[in-house]
């Protein structure tokens, strides 16, 4: 008899991001305003929350050194709105950019 074969399972592709860059996964939109009006997808603007799900370890200084990021993953930040490179892996979107084009970490 054949031995059966395990069934082949899809392995999730890792983002690792260089230097200082950092990989953030963009927040969903509300898609029904408060008065219960539906927003088509054409009308909707880019969001601009996100959480960091992966960071690089720092750009290097003129020196040398290696210079620590100020964020960490599972930070909610605000970031510039037309920044950064737009990425779809296994079916989730990602935008992967500069910790420059980051303007601020959202503290609840």
Do not use: C, F, H, W
Not at 16 to 28: H, N, S
Not at 79 to 108: H, P, Q, R, S
């Amino acid at each position: 008899m054949a031995a059966k074969a395990a069934p082949a399972t899809k392995a999730k592709t890792k983002l690792v991001p260089l230097a200082d860059r950092v990989v953030i996964t963009p927040l969903k939109q509300e898609e029904v305003t408060a008065s219960g009006l539906v927003i088509p997808d054409t009308v909707k603007e880019k969001p601009q929350q996100g959480e960091v799900t992966a960071v690089g370890p720092g750009r290097l200084d003129d020196n040398g050194k290696r210079v620590a990021m100020d964020l960490g993953v599972g930070d909610r930040v605000l970031y510039a709105k037309y920044t950064g490179t737009e990425i779809k892996l296994d079916g989730e979107e990602y935008i992967v950019l500069n910790e420059k084009d980051i303007l601020a970490k959202l503290v609840v």
